[in-house]
């Protein structure tokens, strides 16, 4: 009784050998990024709702100011006045909603990071996502790429988005009002802080911060709980002993460096904007380099720790 | 080659023993269960044989050493190591296109063909699904997949009968041949009676039972002693003796059953109760080892 009936395999789901596909490396990258997207809705829905929020806003100050009429705007839309006033109506709701956006893109990055390979250990999915064959490294790499590139490359579009609904809003706004419309589009010099902020986004987001992302995935993928605790618990101790131990602050000063965005080179604002985008000071800093190194190997230990960890 | 092969395998966590030496030899084409108390060294053993944590000795899993070479290894293996392991955020649509996106011998047809059979709709997510749902989504990803070796850990725990029983036989009858292999490690025995070519015991990180189905069939008697011939039974030797209902029932291993006939009732003893006598027996033996 006990021999099982087991020569009856379905007919239309019997095993032939079938010539499976090959999934090339960057396929299972692109779909272990996407899931990442369905995890993690707040990647896109954050600046997205920071976008809404601003524009909100703006258009509330703009409606005030149409009322008002001798607000500040109008008056700067005449050529003539003090550049600083101009600067201030015109450019700052600009940088205000970018600056926004990113910091916004900051946090979530943030936030994910810590949670992205210590959520996977606590709900125990990890054995699910390990039943499939995608590496330990592809699925590091394809978490670090979300802090690293794609939530910069989503908010910049957002931001740029975002401005150039602005732009539209504010000549709608002002449209009949006197207000002269093709100074607003011409002053803004948009595809110029376009262009800066790409290159911000480029080199502080995807490369001065990766080290602090890649500690933070370390983290996540090390902490038997409460990652938070154990990604800001280092920092302070090292920072502690140091201090007590030899009265200095060097690691501190490190840190300042790393989370401040790298030291500006010494050119005055006011000068040739073009000419700090050109990523050369930039790419002589030995910090960028020194900071890449070590997001390296805390990278290689994550992937390490991907492949040790099991369920918390 | 055999599908699964180890010598000497052992597996410590601090000064707790995991495994401790195991050898094990697995053909292809075989229904394994593995059975055993918990903390006997199953899920390690399965660990160990899946690539999800380091062990000492020899192990050899489709020719490769699933550590080393788990990210190969894994397209030819699948594995549902606990239930209830699927993303909680997923939608069913959305884990049959991933799966369809990293997994190369993945049949999205055969997914879908066997989704269609149950309530299950694509939009749902998994959070929303019941855990017997979750289960049958789980199976159908596994066994859209053209994996020559199929490890399930505790697969059905905590799912009603209906489920189980569902469960089993979509296994049997859509997905197995002869020539794929099977583990499955779980607490409920009987459900698994008929569906196992193969069956181990195992306790306190070692194998004490590994044999044949046909094998246990031609090895073990259970035997209803009748009144009165309780003493000559056990002149015999049987390896494990209860009561029920008034009768002494007794196990006998490598005992001619003509002889046994003569006694009383014989028959095959099921899983459990040779479970039961084989395990028993071996903790017995090694609480008096520590004494």
């Known amino acids: 009784m006990n021999t099982p009936n ?4 379905g007919p239309a789901l019997s095993s032939q050998t079938s010539v499976p596909r090959t999934v090339s490396y960057t396929q299972s990258f692109y779909w272990s990024v996407r899931r990442e997207f369905w995890e993690n809705r707040l990647i896109y829905l954050a600046p997205l709702g920071a976008a809404a929020v601003f524009l909100f806003g703006f258009v509330v100050n703009m409606i005030l100011l149409r009322r008002r009429m001798h607000g500040v705007w109008p008056v700067v839309l005449i050529s003539h006045v003090d550049p600083a006033v101009k600067h201030d109506a015109l450019v700052l709701p600009f940088e205000m909603s970018a600056a926004l956006i990113m910091g916004i893109a900051l946090v ?8 992205a390979l210590y959520g996977e250990r606590r709900d125990r999915s990890i054995l699910f996502w390990k039943s499939m064959p995608v590496s330990d490294l592809t699925t590091v790499l394809s978490k670090l790429a979300i802090p690293l590139v794609i939530i910069p490359v989503l908010s910049f579009a957002i931001v740029l988005v975002t401005q150039f609904i602005m732009l539209l809003l504010a000549s709608t706004v002002l449209a009949g009002s006197g207000a002269n419309i093709a100074a607003l589009w011409t002053q803004q010099s948009f595809l110029r802080f376009s262009l800066e902020l ?14 602090l992302y890649a500690w933070l995935l370390l983290v996540s993928a090390a902490a038997p709980r409460a990652p938070f605790v154990w990604a800001v618990l280092p920092p302070v101790v090292i920072w502690t002993v140091e201090k007590m131990a030899f009265n200095t602050t060097y690691f501190l000063s490190l840190l300042k460096v790393r989370l401040m965005g790298p030291p500006d080179p010494d050119m005055p604002r006011s ?12 790419f002589d800093q030995p910090g960028l380099w020194a900071g890449l190194a070590v997001a390296a190997v805390f990278l290689a230990i994550t992937v390490q720790l991907r492949r040790y960890r099991g369920p918390v | 080659m055999a599908c699964i092969e180890a010598r000497g395998l052992r597996k410590s966590f601090g000064k707790t023993i995991a495994l401790d030496g195991i050898n094990l030899r697995v053909e292809d084409g075989r229904i394994l269960g593995i059975i055993g108390p918990n903390g006997a060294g199953k899920t390690t053993a399965l660990n160990a044989i899946l690539g999800l944590t380091p062990f000492q000795g020899e192990l050899r899993v489709l020719g490769r050493d699933p550590w080393a070479e788990r990210d190969q290894l894994m397209r030819d293996v699948c594995f549902i190591a606990d239930v209830a392991v699927l993303p909680r955020w997923i939608r069913v649509s959305q884990a049959l296109d991933y799966v369809a996106g990293v997994h190369p011998r993945f ?3 055969k997914a879908e063909a066997f989704l269609a059979r149950t309530t299950i709709r694509r939009d749902s997510k998994v959070k929303h699904l ?6 049958q989504l789980h199976l159908a990803l596994v066994m859209a997949i053209d994996a020559k070796l199929l490890v399930l850990d505790e697969p059905t725990l905590g799912l009603d009968l209906l489920y189980r029983k569902q469960f089993y036989d979509s296994l049997l009858n859509d997905y197995f041949d002869r020539n794929r292999t099977i583990i499955v490690t779980t607490h409920q025995v009987e459900e698994l009676q008929h569906v196992l070519t193969d069956l181990m015991f195992m306790d306190r990180g070692r194998i004490v039972l590994d044999c044949s189905m046909e ?10 002693v009748n009144p009165g011939q309780a003493a000559s039974a ?3 030797k049987p390896i494990y003796e209860r009561e029920a209902l008034g009768r002494s029932v007794m196990l006998f291993d490598r005992v001619d059953r003509q002889q046994l006939a003569a006694l009383g009732e014989a028959h095959t003893p099921s899983i459990a109760d040779l479970f039961v006598a084989v395990v028993g027996n071996h903790a017995a033996e090694a609480q008096g080892a520590t004494v």
Do not use: C, N, Q
């Not at chain 1, 790409?198 to 080290?211: E, Q, R, S």
């Not at chain 2, 019941?130 to 289960?135: D, P, R, T, Y």
């Not at chain 2, 094998?215 to 209803?224: D, G, P």
């Open chain 1, 198 to 211: 790409f290159y911000h986004m480029l080199t502080v987001h995807g490369l001065w911060y990766a080290p």
């Open chain 1, 108 to 115: 979530v990055g943030i936030f994910y990071s810590l949670d």
């Open chain 2, 130 to 135: 019941s855990k017997g749902m979750v289960a």
């Open chain 1, 6 to 9: 087991i020569a009856m395999p």
């Open chain 2, 234 to 236: 056990r002149a015999l």
């Open chain 1, 271 to 282: 000068a040739d904007l073009m000419s700090t985008l050109i990523p050369h000071h930039f």
């Open chain 2, 215 to 224: 094998e246990i069939e031609s090895r073990y008697v259970e035997l209803a």
């Open chain 2, 107 to 109: 049949d999205r047809a």
